[in-house]
């Protein structure tokens, strides 16, 4: 388990892990615990940000395998030489997903604890209860597009784009979520396991394609 | 002279579009620095990429250290032994130089941190300032960038070394330091170390060339130890009346007003008798021009 996060570690710079693993979800747990105090609707702050979170994890994450799922990506040669090049690459990506679902879904539970000093909030939960695991759907489908690109802007259009398509599932989402709520977060959680699972794959299978030219 | 081989390849092949890499048997000899010359596009980076495992999509087989095949090269920790440095993008760009320092060390258990930087130190990555491992690789100079690459490959453990254009972006002071370099890291192998590069700067690698081989178009056309080359091909001078003479004769030739300098193979030279002309042992750098004249494809 070490050996996995020292690689995730390796991969990630210091500015990256301070921006993604620090700032990113003091920010919402500040703009959300704000909303608590101020009896603001709960659903406003966790759609901002959630959709901030997605729109940042996926632009951040070109400075970890950005263009990394590129055809004949020739900055993979000094990986290409190792042995290990597969086994690092599936401990970043896997401890990137993990981290993502960890991230989204814990920052929820957190806010779920403070939100019993707020009983006027709570019905809120109920509706919001499927943000996490949509935005790690969003999130890591968007990464899954993004690493096939160079250049910072187009990662952002596709973050952008990602974000813009979580935010028009919102509503019919609470609106599913009201009435079939145990089937929409068994859909959701299927969802999550499917695309971490094709994410990881696909990551390994990019690794093997990329000793061959065709 | 008897040689024992680092690699051993037979019926490498490998078909681009328009382009075949064709070579029905490769030696490269052990304890030596082989030097790989030849024309843009006659399919050097193409055989060094085969052979460093970058590229698996070829034919053939290729024998490492007489211990293992291409295949089982992938398995276990095989190309710890093994280092290699390309052109063109050979780190992520967005990796920092304490990335690569970290990164290498997950990749290869032989890789020597303190040897690493101790080497960016001697190479003078920095120039004058302190190391800066915040610093983005894509922000130094391609001269720079191999000179990380050659400190990265040499702060390993390994039995031998691939390297691609090595010279290309350096510096003529470098280039001669890079000499010192394989000089200094074949030695310490006390024979058990062998260098593979490619080049395109004959002259300035010409010391440190123990064993040529010459590729054109996608085949080897001319190989073997540089001291055998150099008796097998003669430089020759003459006086111009015997030009056309000789042009019959020599391997190749330059021509102007006054006379002519060519290449003449050691065997041919009993039919230059008769003729005003001098003879020199020719560089390494002459006898690749010649053999890569005599072969191109290009229109002369």
Redesign the interface.
């Known amino acids: 388990m070490s050996r996995t996060i020292?690689?995730y570690?390796?991969?990630t710079?210091?500015g990256y892990r301070f921006a993604v693993l620090v700032v990113l979800p003091l920010s919402f747990l500040i703009l959300n615990l704000f909303c608590l105090y101020a009896k603001i609707p709960l659903v406003v702050s966790m759609l901002i940000g959630y959709m901030y979170m997605v729109l940042i994890d996926i632009w951040a994450d070109?400075?970890?395998l950005?263009?990394?799922y590129r055809k004949s990506n020739?900055?993979?040669?000094?990986?290409?030489?190792?042995?290990?090049?597969g086994r690092?690459i599936r401990d970043v990506v896997l401890t990137d997903t993990i981290r993502r679902f960890l991230l989204y879904v814990g920052l929820y539970l957190i806010l779920l604890v403070i939100g019993n000093y707020y009983p006027e909030q709570i019905g809120w939960y109920k509706d919001c209860s499927f943000f996490p695991l949509l935005c790690f759907v969003t999130s890591q489908s968007g990464v899954l597009i993004a690493r096939h690109l160079l250049g910072c802007q187009y990662v952002y259009l596709v973050a952008s784009i990602a974000t813009l398509v979580e935010g028009i599932l919102i509503a019919p989402m609470m609106y599913l979520t009201e009435h079939y709520f145990w089937a929409v977060q068994g859909i959701l959680l299927v969802l999550t396991a499917a695309i971490s699972i094709i994410v990881v794959l696909y990551s390994l299978k990019k690794v093997r394609d990329s000793?061959?030219?065709? | 002279m008897n040689m024992e081989y680092v690699i051993e390849g037979s019926n490498i092949e490998k078909k681009f579009k328009g382009f075949t890499l064709d070579i029905p048997k490769l030696n490269i000899p052990k304890g030596l620095a082989t030097a790989l010359i030849g024309e843009n596009g006659a399919g050097k980076s193409t055989l060094m990429n085969i052979l460093a495992g970058i590229r698996l999509d070829h034919k053939g087989t290729i024998r490492y250290f007489n211990e293992f095949d291409h295949m089982e090269r992938e398995k276990g920790n095989k190309k710890e032994k093994i280092g290699y440095t390309g052109p063109g993008h050979y780190y992520l760009p967005q990796w920092t130089m304490k990335q690569v320092e970290e990164i290498s060390g997950m990749m290869f258990d032989g890789f020597h941190k303190d040897k690493f930087e101790s080497l960016c130190k001697e190479l003078a990555v920095f120039g004058a300032g302190p190391l800066d491992k915040g610093k983005k690789i894509s922000s130094f100079s391609d001269g720079t960038k191999m000179k990380i690459m050659l400190a990265n490959v040499l702060a390993r453990d390994t039995d031998m070394l691939i390297l691609d254009e090595p010279a290309s972006p350096l510096d003529p002071l470098m280039r001669d330091k890079l000499c010192e370099m394989i000089q200094g890291y074949l030695e310490e192998g006390n024979g058990e170390r062998s260098i593979f590069f490619s080049t395109h700067n004959v002259s300035d690698m010409e010391n440190v060339t123990d064993y040529a081989i010459i590729m054109e178009h996608g085949q080897i056309v001319e190989e073997g130890l540089v001291e055998d080359l150099k008796e097998k091909y003669i430089l020759v001078k003459g006086d111009a009346e015997d030009k056309e003479r000789a042009r019959e004769i020599l391997y190749t030739i330059n021509t102007n007003n006054y006379g002519f300098e060519g290449i003449c193979l050691a065997k041919d030279l009993d039919k230059l008798a008769g003729m005003n002309v001098t003879k020199e042992i020719p560089s390494l750098y002459q006898i690749s021009v010649a053999v890569m004249k005599a072969n191109s494809l290009m229109e002369r």
């Open positions: 020292k690689n570690w390796a991969f710079r210091w070109y400075w970890i950005g263009g990394f020739s900055a993979l040669e000094y990986l290409q030489t190792s042995n290990r090049f690092i000793y061959y030219d065709k």
